[in-house]
C-alpha cells in the first residue's frame, strides 16, 4: 500500500501542476474525477488499477478515500497550496502548485501519462463540477451506500442484458478459457 500512496500522491500533484495556466480549471470535484477516470481506463486497459488507492461513494461521486489525508501532506511537503475561493456564488477549492512534480516518468508509462492527459483534457474542458459529478453517478453508485467502497470492477455495471459477445469478451479479460452457461 506504502508504494499505491506513492503513487497517488504524485498523480495528485501532476494533475493539480497540469492546470496551472488557469487555476479556474480544476477544483475538488474535477481532481476526483480524473482520478476515479483515469483508474478505471487504466483498469479497462490492463485489469489492474493505476494505482490501487480505494475509492468510496461520496455526494459528488467517487472519490479517493485518502484525499485529504494526501492533500495535507502535499502542502506540508511545500508542494501544493490549497485554497478557498469563490467560484460562481459558490465555494471551490484552488490547487496552486509550488514545485513541479518530479519522477513521473518513473512510476507511470507513457500510456499512462497520455491517458491521464486525456482526462485532464476532456473533464477541465469539456465538463463543469456538476456535470462530470452527475455523469459519475452510474448504476454502481446508486447502489453504493454513502461512504462505501466502489471497486473498480464495478464500473463494469452496465445495465441491460449480456451478450454473447460480452461474456466472451469478459472471457478473455479474466483468463477464463471455458464458460458453462446453464
Keep these: 500500500m506504502a508504494n499505491a500512496m506513492v503513487k497517488f500522491k504524485l498523480l495528485v500533484h501532476y494533475i ?15 481532481l476526483n ?4 477516470y483515469a483508474e478505471i481506463e ?18 459528488h ?31 471551490k477549492k484552488e490547487y496552486i502548485t509550488l514545485k513541479v512534480p518530479e519522477g513521473i516518468d518513473g512510476f507511470f508509462t507513457a500510456t499512462d501519462i497520455s ?7 476532456v473533464i477541465c474542458e469539456k465538463h463543469t463540477a456538476k456535470s462530470i459529478s452527475q455523469k459519475s453517478h452510474d448504476k454502481a453508485w446508486e447502489l453504493a451506500e454513502m461512504g ?12 441491460g442484458e449480456f451478450t454473447k459477445s460480452d461474456l466472451e469478451w469478459l472471457d478473455e479479460r479474466v483468463g477464463i478459457e471455458e464458460r458453462r452457461i446453464a
Excluded at 493539480?16 to 474535477?30: E, N, P, V, W
Excluded at 474525477?33 to 476515479?36: D, E, F, N, Q, T
Design 61 to 91: 461521486g467517487p472519490a479517493p478515500a485518502c484525499m485529504p489525508h494526501v492533500i495535507a501532506e502535499l502542502e506540508r511537503d511545500k508542494v501544493l497550496l490549497v485554497r478557498d475561493v469563490p467560484y460562481y456564488g459558490q465555494e
Design 148 to 159: 462505501e467502497d466502489l471497486p473498480f470492477y464495478t464500473a463494469l455495471a452496465i445495465p
Design 16 to 30: 493539480c501542476s497540469s492546470c496551472q495556466d488557469d487555476l479556474s480549471r480544476l477544483g475538488a470535484t474535477k
Design 115 to 121: 491517458a491521464l492527459e486525456r482526462q485532464i483534457n
Design 33 to 36: 474525477k480524473i482520478l476515479w
Design 42 to 59: 487504466h483498469f479497462f486497459r490492463t485489469g489492474e488499477p493505476l494505482t490501487g488507492v480505494k475509492y468510496v461513494k461520496l455526494q
